[in-house]
Nanobody
């Protein structure tokens, strides 16, 4: 059974940095075509933040471009999200996700098959 386990959340002051990690387990026979990060603030819908394809290509939602970087270490089966210049509006529960469909954008929740439990990020002074 595939499991995604996030870590690295917490509290940080505005302008600070944080790195989230997502370890994947149990996917020996599955090739993920999309791995991504989503976030959901209080009372808001879950929104796509960033994604990385099986070819290593990356994409970001506009409001994190230049601040967030998605990467993966295939030797450790781990996905990362480096977040710099954090703002209070970045406060949310962050979820990692993995999907195995082809020909998708990797930007929609329905394109993902597995989800982590989420890790809280709070940006506040």
């Amino acid at each position: 059974q595939v499991q995604l386990v996030e870590s690295g959340g917490g509290s940080v002051q505005p302008g600070g940095s944080m790195r989230l990690s997502c370890a994947a387990f149990g996917h020996t026979y599955i090739t993920f075509t999309c791995m991504g990060w989503f976030r959901q603030g209080p009372g808001k819908e879950r929104r796509w933040v960033a994604a990385i394809g099986s070819d290593g290509s990356t994409s970001y939602v506009d409001f994190v471009k230049g601040r967030f970087t998605i990467s993966q270490d295939n030797t450790k089966n781990t996905l990362y999200l480096q977040m710099n210049s954090l703002k209070p509006e970045d406060t949310a529960m962050y979820y990692c996700a993995a999907g195995f469909s082809y020909g998708v954008s990797c930007r929609l929740p329905e394109e993902y098959n597995y989800w982590g439990q989420g890790t809280q990020v709070t940006v506040s002074s």
